[in-house]
């Protein structure tokens, strides 16, 4: 299996961040091919070390890496790369986290 996790810091403009992110973004990052599960936090996320000013997690689960790979290099996922960028512009209020993952 293989993640995505994209952590935002807390947007200067909370309704219309919202609005975007689960009015567009969402919609098109589940037309991905491959993709298997987009989970978002729910609440208030708590740091227990690290930023405090964390508003909302982002996780996206692919079979593995190249899965992944061949999603974002549809149109699906390069509309939804381009789209974080509207919603998202300044890569200070973002963190995108990629990876592999085993069971242990």
């Known amino acids: ?3 995505m996790v994209a952590i935002y810091k807390m947007p200067a403009d ?3 961040f919202e609005k975007h992110y ?3 973004h969402i919609p ?3 037309k991905m ?3 298997l599960k987009y989970e978002v936090s729910q609440g208030p996320v708590t740091s ?3 930023p405090k ?3 909302l ?3 996206l689960h692919f079979e593995d890496l190249d899965a992944m790979k061949r999603a974002f290099a549809s149109p699906e996922g390069r509309a939804t790369a381009a789209d974080r960028q509207l919603y998202a512009p300044d890569d200070t209020g973002v963190q995108i986290f990629v990876f592999d993952t085993r069971e242990v």
């Open 28 to 30: 098109l990052a589940k």
């Open 53 to 55: 000013d964390v508003y």
């Open 14 to 16: 909370v309704e219309a």
């Open 22 to 24: 689960f009015g567009t």
């Open 33 to 35: 091919p491959g993709l």
């Open 48 to 50: 227990l070390a690290g």
């Open 57 to 59: 997690i982002g996780a």
């Open 1 to 3: 299996m293989a993640g």
